[in-house]
């Protein structure tokens, strides 16, 4: 099977090989750039090449970077990484009917993904139906995490390690979009499958919410019967930003199996905030998340295991000369920070009352170079203190990152 899908992938790059040589038989689909555009439309908006007059529309981006890092004054030297290869096919059925499909290949090529796999159906613009497999929209980086788009090499803490990142199900539900003058409201509404009782039985000996993605078996059956829903509002105004909340829970846990109750009904529960918005005088764009998590661990677990979690990011990018550059026209130079944190277990220890820490903090500064707007130059230094359960003195790590992102 991983054979097929690795034949099917060269073919598609072949293709995009080729339609970039001859240009009379394809065309560059220009992504929509107007004030509009909110994060829930970022799986449409992206570069795409269109042969003909062939319905299908081909893209994907690449990454690749080396880092050198050391941990308390031990560095294990420097690497090189291709940490993933993503490819897209969009196809238009018919009027108001449309298939996109995503799929990436991480780790060299080690893991094969369907990230993304649905049928859009509209009916009206605040009606529209989606099934398939569907990237629950929690928080803003989950659906919109293009390598392109971002200034940073590493992805967010809390949005890969308390939000697992690029999470994504099978199921159906409802989104729709409405505008008024300066303002745009979205929303999305999905039932799927969802977690299992890894999030909490892993080997992380933690509870671990990217555990989840190791059970491949949620593309064919739920694993307890009951969904996982989630809810996503987003408000923008064309001149400040966007703000947007979602919510996404369910039960984790195989409560009842051949009609036997084993256990009462567990749940894991999600709630973010995402912002974002461009100064409109300095051009300076700030790009914000900030998530909660619930779950309900069994009494029978230690206290390492925690119920709650919270997390979030801010990127602040500045950009600093803008013009034509070694023969790029409308190039720039942008400087950049992100500030980010992750607290894997909030609370006291019942026995003496103290806080509980496993925490981890980190600063990235970082100078990235766009030829255009979906290629960038990245390099970043990222400084990151770490504290286990107990609140011992923070390990520290810190490196240099350099790498290159880009649309085909």
Do not use: C
Not at 198 to 204: D, G
Not at 284 to 292: D, F, H, P, Q, S
Not at 342 to 369: C, E, L, W
Not at 377 to 387: D, L, P, Q
């Amino acid at each position: 099977m991983k054979k097929k899908l690795l034949i099917a992938l060269a073919l598609l790059i072949t293709t995009v090989t080729f339609s970039q040589r001859d240009s009379s038989l394809f065309k560059r689909v220009i992504p929509d750039t107007e004030k509009t555009v909110m994060n829930m439309d970022a799986i449409y908006n992206r570069p795409l090449l269109r042969a003909g007059k062939l319905p299908a529309t081909l893209g994907g981006y690449v990454e690749a970077n080396t880092a050198y890092f050391s941990e308390d004054g031990i560095t294990e030297g420097l690497s090189f990484q291709l940490p993933r290869l993503t490819l897209f096919v969009s196809a238009t059925i018919k009027q108001r009917i449309k298939f996109l499909t995503e799929i990436e290949l991480e780790e060299g090529g080690r893991e094969i993904n369907i990230e993304f796999a649905s049928v859009d159906v509209e009916f009206h613009p605040l009606l529209n139906f989606r099934g398939g497999v569907i990237m629950n929209p929690i928080g803003s980086f989950n659906q919109n995490h293009d390598g392109p788009k971002w200034e940073f090499i590493s992805r967010p803490l809390s949005s890969t390690t308390i939000i697992p990142s690029t999470f994504s199900n099978v199921g159906f539900g409802l989104f729709g979009k409405y505008a008024k003058r300066q303002w745009v409201w979205g929303y999305e509404a999905y039932l799927t499958n969802g977690f299992d009782d890894r999030i909490i039985n892993n080997s992380e000996n933690r509870t671990w919410f990217p555990a989840a993605k190791e059970n491949a078996e949620r593309f064919e059956e739920s694993f307890n019967g009951i969904p996982l829903v989630t809810l996503k509002a987003a408000v923008r105004h064309r001149k400040v930003g966007e703000l947007g909340i979602s919510w996404m829970g369910g039960v984790y846990n195989k409560f009842r199996e051949d009609g036997i109750d084993l256990d009462k009904k567990r749940r894991v529960d999600f709630i973010a905030f995402d912002f974002k918005t461009v100064l409109p005088k300095a051009k300076t764009y700030i790009n914000a998340e900030w998530v909660w998590a619930m779950v309900d661990v069994p009494a029978t677990y230690t206290q390492q295991f925690g119920s709650k979690q919270r997390g979030g990011f801010i990127d602040i990018v500045q950009p600093f000369i803008k013009k034509r550059m070694l023969g790029w026209d409308d190039a720039t130079l942008n400087f950049a920070v992100r500030g980010e944190y992750a607290d894997y277990n909030v609370g006291k220890f019942k026995d003496t009352g103290g806080n509980i820490s496993d925490h981890v903090m980190a600063i990235v500064p970082a100078i990235s170079f766009r030829p255009s707007s979906q290629t960038v130059f990245r390099f970043n230094y990222r400084y990151e203190w770490r504290r286990d359960l107990l609140g011992n003195p923070a390990s520290k790590t810190a490196g240099f990152q350099l790498g290159l992102s880009t649309y085909f």
